[in-house]
């Protein structure tokens, strides 16, 4: 094969396997049941991954790809760096126990409700303010949610999903940059747009995958605190709403943003949860 039909070949594969995880995106909001949740996920992580690794084949021919091989270490730096700030910020700490592993909370200086984990160093910070305004159900709810975003790869570690996953999209980008820079517009265009998709996809998988996470363990406080923090209605997605949706989130809206993963609409997170809900045995 020429270099030119590699590249057809491997982008089309890309293209193909995009179109098979939104597909399987909206299959989500069809299922009833919670192991059949978990299982959409980890099959739309898997076929992002193919699709991610199809668009760095397709990209491989091009010249310029060192960037790639520092965006993994870039990313890696990053957050041990803020989790070494952070630390330093960090009023006390919370133990809380979720199946039978003990998790330590950080509990930071802030005045709104926030959450977040920081995977590669499997930190977990929430705000001191979060703690003060929330039942201790309702932070369960909260903290199952982070320890969810741990575990969504299991068995295989968070670290090595993640880190993968970084380098496969740092590749896809960094290539479909050279390939502009070589003249290749279109292949470019697509393999960028590739790579921006499949990482929103993953990051909004890995969202409800999380929530999942926090529904098997906490239960409806799951689906109550998100309703309280969120104060919106559970909405079903069409095919539509998935595609204009990413667009959107890939605007970025804040300093960091590029940090912070993309999170799909507040609506569909809790339809996914309620359609469980209210399907659920009793
Ligand atoms: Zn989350």
Request: net charge positive; no cysteine; aromatic share 0%.
């Given at each position: 094969m020429t270099t030119h039909n590699l590249t057809v070949f491997t982008l089309g594969s890309s293209v193909f396997a995009l179109i098979v995880a939104l597909v399987l995106y909206l299959r989500l909001f069809t299922l009833k049941n919670v192991n059949e949740v978990e299982r959409m996920c980890k099959a739309i992580f898997v076929v992002v991954y193919v699709s991610l690794f199809f668009t760095a084949l397709s990209v491989l021919s091009s010249d310029i790809l060192d960037a790639a091989i520092y965006v993994p270490i870039l990313f890696v730096t990053t957050q041990s760096l803020i989790g070494f700030f952070l630390d330093k910020k960090t009023e006390g700490f919370v133990r809380f126990e979720i199946g039978e592993n003990i998790y330590t909370l950080r509990l930071l200086d802030k005045k709104k409700i926030t959450a977040f984990t920081l995977v590669w160093n499997r930190k977990m910070y929430a705000s001191s303010y979060l703690v003060k305004v929330l039942t201790p159900r309702e932070i369960s709810a909260i903290m199952a949610h982070e320890v969810g975003h741990i575990n969504a790869f299991k068995p295989i570690p968070v670290s090595l999903a993640v880190i993968v996953y970084v380098s496969l999209l740092a590749l896809s980008i960094s290539g479909a940059i050279s390939m502009a820079l070589d003249g290749f517009i279109h292949y470019s265009a697509i393999a960028f747009l590739v790579a921006l998709y499949a990482w929103v996809i993953f990051s909004w998988t890995w969202e409800h995958t999380a929530d999942i996470y926090a529904y098997k363990y906490i239960g409806l406080d799951t689906i109550l605190v998100l309703q309280k923090i969120t104060h919106t209605v559970p909405t079903k997605p069409n095919m539509i709403d998935i595609i204009i949706g990413i667009l959107r989130s890939l605007?970025?809206?804040?300093?960091g943003a590029l940090l912070v993963n993309p999170h799909p609409p507040p609506s569909v997170r809790l339809w996914l949860l309620f359609n469980i809900a209210e399907n659920a045995p009793h």
């Open positions: 605007k970025p809206t804040r300093a």
